[in-house]
């Protein structure tokens, strides 16, 4: 019995120390122990309410947006690496040394655009052709035969479109390089064309680069109407945006998730991570802590309280808005931490009880 007795003045003596928990209890939260030079707690305490939660509510679901994305074709002006077809014909009756139009003329299929951005063919030399559009290399042909030609024609097409296809790499199920031959892209149709993105739509970031600049986008607005033309030559970068939340306390599943969607909801959220664990919960303790950047620089930290006991709770959990970044916090009830100071009593009194029995 002395030794019984010995182990709850240890457990009684040590209090909370002893035992572990995920967290601060509700207590500490509601009423942070004082500290000495801080009068008040580092952080603002929201109690939500019908009262409190208007600026913080879910937005409405965007109406859907009727116009497409403008389709503007880009001149694609020529980059080492570009494959040509070159056709040039002769309108002399005698002795020419291209074909006559009537026959098709004379064709060179595939011609490449060297590293030095020119191209070799007979006749017309060694041309340099890159930064030039289509158009402008049919001039340059054009005046390097006139002297050898009788009132040349030439025609330029693009067999290989280095300088005119887009780059997809990243999230996405068949990252490369896309051709434009059969018309612009959009954002949308280059990531379709890599097989669409690995990840949910509202967890995926775009990244496109012209060469002039860089911008971002999110995917999930580019479904909503957001689409855009990708210029020639540009580099998509589809990658996870960072949109998750911290669960933590007596909850299922407790760890970093994923937000289950582009707004989620407290309710939403909670479900995502299985509940509350009904067996140490304390109802009343839902907690969501925010950081929320200032106009000038600083940072704001707020905690919101929900007690899930309240039957209006549920309506109030359907409309607040979980951001990114979010720590979701569920408190032990005092049961469960009277349990936990319980257990190692009573295994201390069993044991107590059998060294009892066996000096006797």
Do not use: W
Not at 198 to 209: N, Q, Y
């Amino acid at each position: 019995m002395t030794l019984v007795l010995g182990m709850l003045a240890i457990l009684a003596g040590c209090g909370g120390s002893v035992f572990s928990g995920a967290g601060p209890t509700k207590g500490d939260i509601l009423e942070p122990p004082t500290e000495e030079g801080v009068e008040t707690p580092p952080y603002t305490l929201i109690e939500l309410s019908a009262d409190t939660i208007k600026p913080y509510l879910r937005p409405a679901e965007a109406e859907p947006v009727a116009d497409v994305s403008a389709m503007p074709m880009p001149e694609a002006k020529l980059i080492p690496g570009d494959v040509i077809s070159v056709t040039i014909s002769d309108s002399a009756a005698e002795g020419a040394l291209f074909a006559p139009l009537a026959a098709g003329g004379t064709v060179f299929e595939r011609v490449r655009v060297n590293a030095e951005g020119r191209i070799s063919l007979p006749y017309v030399g060694r041309p340099k052709v890159a930064g030039l559009t289509l158009p402008g290399v049919e001039d340059r042909i054009r005046k390097n035969i006139e002297s050898v030609a009788t009132d040349p024609q030439v025609h330029v097409s693009l067999v290989g479109d280095l300088s005119g296809s887009v780059l997809v790499a990243g999230a996405v199920k068949a990252p490369g390089r896309y051709s434009a031959l059969q018309g612009p892209l959009t954002l949308l149709d280059a990531i379709n064309e890599a097989g669409g993105p690995l990840l949910e739509p509202h967890l995926v970031k775009v990244v496109l680069r012209t060469g002039g600049n860089a911008s971002t986008y999110s995917y999930q607005d580019l479904l909503s109407g957001a689409n855009r033309p990708v210029p020639p030559h540009s580099e998509i970068i589809v990658e996870r945006a960072r949109k998750r939340f911290v669960a933590m306390g007596a909850v299922e599943k407790p760890g970093l998730m994923d937000l289950p969607s582009e707004h989620p909801s407290l309710l939403e959220v909670l479900g995502s991570v299985g509940g509350l664990d009904e067996r140490r919960a304390d109802a009343r303790g839902v907690f969501v802590f925010r950081l929320v950047d200032q106009p000038d620089g600083q940072t704001e930290a707020k905690v919101f309280r929900l007690d899930m006991r309240k039957p209006t709770a549920i309506f109030l959990a359907r409309e607040f808005l979980v951001q990114p970044e979010d720590a979701v916090y569920v408190t032990n009830a005092h049961v469960y931490e009277f349990q936990k100071l319980i257990s190692p009593i009573v295994q201390v009194m069993v044991l107590g009880r059998t060294v009892e029995n066996v000096s006797r």
